[in-house]
């Protein structure tokens, strides 16, 4: 049984987009949710920002990236360490937002519908211009699928297929990073994509997909201004773990996306 949500999100002088996201929380049916920003050396302006964000709800809370921690992905790790049993875990970025105020109430009636507990319970999100607000592309993992329970052979085979789940619409619980601890540092924007694959190489894991539309994902962001490092980072990720066959995924994944947008398929 699920009882509570925990979002993690890294945070580094992203104060003046922050109430988009915060906005989207308190305006959730499902009140049992905790929002944790791991802030980067930011300023003294952000810095308070946050602080007096956080005084306003005592589900707000705020730490400090410690130094052995690098970058957003070890953010991510660093919140991840403070989960609880039972608690399911986000990560946001600070330019994401949940999609709607039921949000999560639907995923969690439908998740508890569920008697099996997972360690990824996989939803669906929307890419969003952040300033006019146009959507660009739905994910599409498993598209019209629901409450589909995927094992180690049918999630690597999704991935083999060029298929990703998004991070920001992917729940996960503390058995996952037991199984699998955290997201490698290594990588700077496709740590994500690395994680799913290292994950689909482990026996005895155990994933839900679900249909409900959780969150709308900026395209602004860092990764979308670094294109050819996140194309550099996506091949070495699938190497690694499919080797001379990389060339499949890797094709197939971009060749959906162009196609996407030569259709605009949303």
């Keep these: 049984m699920i009882t509570s949500i925990k979002i993690i999100v890294p945070t580094l002088n992203t104060y003046l987009i922050l109430p988009k996201l915060i ?3 308190k305006i959730q049916t499902w009140k049992d949710w905790n929002l944790l920003f791991v802030d980067g050396d930011s300023t003294k302006k952000h810095f308070n920002w946050i602080k007096m964000a956080c005084l306003s709800d005592s589900r707000l809370k705020m730490i400090k990236q410690e130094e052995n921690f690098k970058g957003i992905y070890g953010a991510m790790n660093q919140g991840f360490k403070t989960i609880k049993d039972n608690e399911l875990v986000l990560f946001w970025g600070s ?5 709607s105020p039921n949000a999560f109430e639907d995923f969690i009636l439908k998740a508890n519908s569920c008697k099996n507990k997972y360690d990824l319970l996989i939803c669906r999100g929307r890419y969003i211009d952040f300033e006019s607000q146009k959507i660009t592309r739905k994910s599409r993992f498993l598209e019209n699928k629901n409450l589909i329970s995927l094992d180690k052979k049918m999630f690597r085979k999704s991935l083999f297929l060029g298929l ?8 996960f619980y503390k058995s996952a990073f037991e199984k699998l601890s955290g997201f490698s540092e290594k ?6 994509l690395d994680y ?6 482990i026996d005895n894991i155990s994933i ?11 395209t602004n962001g860092v990764s979308s201004q670094k294109n050819i490092l996140r194309l550099k980072e996506v091949f070495y990720a699938y190497k690694n773990i499919f080797g001379i066959f990389f060339f499949i995924p890797y094709t197939l994944r971009y060749t959906r996306r162009i196609l996407i947008r030569i259709f605009n398929e949303i």
């Design 23 to 25: 906005n989207s929380l």
């Design 95 to 99: 330019d994401d937002w949940a999609i």
């Design 164 to 171: 990703t789940p998004p991070h920001q619409a992917t729940f």
């Design 187 to 192: 990588f700077k924007l496709a740590s994500d």
């Design 196 to 201: 799913f694959l290292k994950f689909s190489c």
């Design 208 to 218: 839900l997909v679900l249909d409900n539309e959780l969150v709308n994902m900026s």
